[in-house]
């Protein structure tokens, strides 16, 4: 009985106390940004922020006030749409690249690597050059190709790694069988990775949710998601940190549940090539 | 001699692959090489967006230009510091993070979810809440210190230009350890145990084992993460952005922030692009060696 509470306490010195510590400085920001926000204007700075009197008022006028509403909605429409970009072009890129062997393959998966490796401020000024001569700077359309550049080439990666995870010999029992290749991909290919296709899409969707620098200099007046909505409301209303942190809160809700919510199957394929290297 | 036949692979083989591909690589080429092509091309002209007819060739005039200005040399410095104090910082806080969590203890599912939740915030609500924790007037990690006699009086972390670095720093450092932590965590569990337990009977010390089976066994992935978040972190202008927007003076200038400042404020598209193609110049060396260690695994 001895030896076993002796090295509980151990236990809980050398594991559970530092991972409790490391976790106070992981959630404590969010949390104090959380506490802020249910807490009222005029008693942020009498009091500071406190869970008595906690209200929703912050949120209330987040919404009616300021219409964060229509910002989560251009939010969801570009993000929407890069998932949709990102995962039709890149699902059949990855079934070429894992069940083919072909000249050229090694160089033009590295070209996809190389993509998210240069910085985002050489791609963003000709971007902006580009859609203005077009005619297309503030529209959804300029937006969902500039999260593309990020999307189509990580879930190309992504994509890749989960069918190579699914045997190359279930492909060809369908089309002994009878199935044309396409029949395979579709047949047999396509639902096994599911999980891995929804995965990949939840990260493009997060990744677009939270992107900033784009749309920054992409969008405008009519096209203004979360991110540039929460940095505007910080140079408008400097002092007001209770309405600030209500909009944190709200901007990043989305993409915090979906991350927690495929996180698993997600760092599963992540880390698959890192661990190998 | 023999010859050995090989049978010709049909043509709807040799195709077909192509055909899959080719949207994709299309699409790149169009959104993401062209316009750096782009780039490379305005950083050769005098482009400045209030005299959009005025696209004069100038040669490499604009990289003399950035190679005697102050401003680049100063950012350089930052992003040098940026770098070599962020990267270390989030590997050794993810590292010890990823040992604790790879121990046994009941509620490790839910602090291995909790741990990653920075790595999922958009970083204008990271910047948004470290602005707040920093603010001079109320912010909390002022109050803290206060309290705690830490400081005879409050600092205004952000405003000051010896801490303003610094505290973004720490601000990085807080949103990218998740990273490596998850990173080392699946090293860790493919070292095999059967390592662990024949040193224990060969009576290794924990701190012996650690040197000789848990660090050999984690080098590859902590190469290629540590290669990784160089690029990331020296790419990353999003949190600097909002934070501080370079300020106060130049004392949070790194160079992708010049050069964004320098187009988007300064309208000098020309300039910008210069400095930018000189940043990507700059971190092409970590680039290649990246993309030498994944080279390696593609089969």
């Known amino acids: 009985m001895m030896v076993r509470n002796t090295s509980l306490i151990r236990r809980i010195l050398t594991v559970d106390l530092p991972v409790l510590l490391i976790l106070i400085f992981t959630l404590s920001p969010y949390l104090w940004m959380a506490l802020t926000s249910v807490t009222q204007e005029s008693k942020l700075f009498t009091q500071g922020p406190s869970l008595t009197g906690a209200t929703l008022e912050n949120y209330l006028r987040l919404f009616k006030t300021v219409g964060f509403g229509s910002n989560l909605l251009d939010s969801f429409i570009v993000a929407g749409g890069t998932v949709v970009v990102g995962l039709a072009l890149s699902v059949p890129a990855a079934y070429a690249f894992s069940r083919f062997r072909f000249k050229g393959r090694r160089l033009l998966m590295l070209q996809f690597l190389v993509i998210n490796m240069f910085p985002l401020v050489l791609l963003i000024l000709p971007l902006f050059i580009l859609m203005k001569s077009l005619g297309l700077v503030d529209t959804y359309f300029a937006l969902i190709i500039a999260n593309s550049t990020v999307a189509i080439p990580f879930s190309v990666w992504m994509m890749t790694s989960y069918i190579d995870g699914i045997p190359r010999s279930l492909d060809e029992a369908a089309m002994t069988d009878g199935c044309s290749r396409f029949g395979a991909l579709f047949k047999v290919v396509l639902p096994l990775c599911t999980p891995g296709i929804i995965a990949t899409g939840v990260y493009i969707f997060i990744t677009a949710w939270n992107e900033y620098l784009y749309a920054l200099t992409l969008g405008g007046r009519n096209i203004k998601p979360i991110t540039v909505a929460i940095q505007t409301l910080i140079g408008e209303y400097q002092v007001e940190w209770g309405l600030l942190t209500a909009g944190g809160i709200v901007g990043a809700m989305p993409a915090t549940l979906l991350f927690l919510f495929i996180q698993k199957r997600l760092i599963a394929g992540m880390t698959q090539g890192a661990v190998k290297g | ?299």
């Open chain 2, 1 to 299: 001699m023999s010859v050995t036949t090989v049978p010709p692979v049909p043509l709807s083989r040799r195709v077909l692959p192509l055909v899959m591909l080719s949207p994709a690589v299309l699409v790149t080429l169009a959104i993401v090489f062209l316009p750096m092509v782009q780039a490379l091309w305005m950083s050769l002209h005098d482009y400045v967006l209030f005299r959009p007819k005025n696209f004069d060739w100038v040669g490499l005039k604009n990289f003399v230009t950035v190679w005697n200005d102050p401003v680049f040399w100063t950012s350089l410095r930052h992003t040098v510091i940026w770098i070599a104090i962020t990267v270390p910082a989030q590997m050794l806080l993810g590292l010890a993070t990823a040992l604790l969590l790879n121990q046994n203890f009941p509620w490790r599912g839910l602090a291995r979810a909790l741990v990653i939740i920075p790595w999922a915030l958009p970083s204008v609500v990271i910047a948004l809440m470290w602005v707040w924790i920093y603010d001079s007037n109320f912010g909390v990690l002022n109050d803290l210190m206060l309290r705690f006699n830490l400081i005879s009086s409050a600092i205004p972390w952000l405003a000051d230009p010896d801490t303003a670095l610094y505290a973004i720093i720490l601000t990085l450092t807080w949103q990218g350890f998740p990273f490596f932590a998850v990173m080392i965590l699946a090293g860790l569990q493919s070292i095999p145990r059967s390592y662990y337990e024949a040193a224990s009977i060969d009576g290794a010390s924990q701190a012996r084992q650690f040197w000789h089976i848990t660090l050999p066994g984690l080098s590859g992935v902590l190469m290629t993460a540590t290669l990784l978040r160089v690029i990331w972190v020296a790419n990353s202008i999003d949190v600097i952005y909002v934070m501080t927007g370079g300020g106060p003076g130049y004392s949070t200038y790194t160079l992708p922030l010049y050069a964004l400042v320098k187009a988007r404020t300064g309208l000098d598209y020309g300039y910008g692009s210069a400095l930018a193609v000189s940043f990507t110049l700059l971190l092409l060396g970590f680039v290649v060696l990246y993309l030498r260690r994944a080279g390696r695994n593609i089969a």
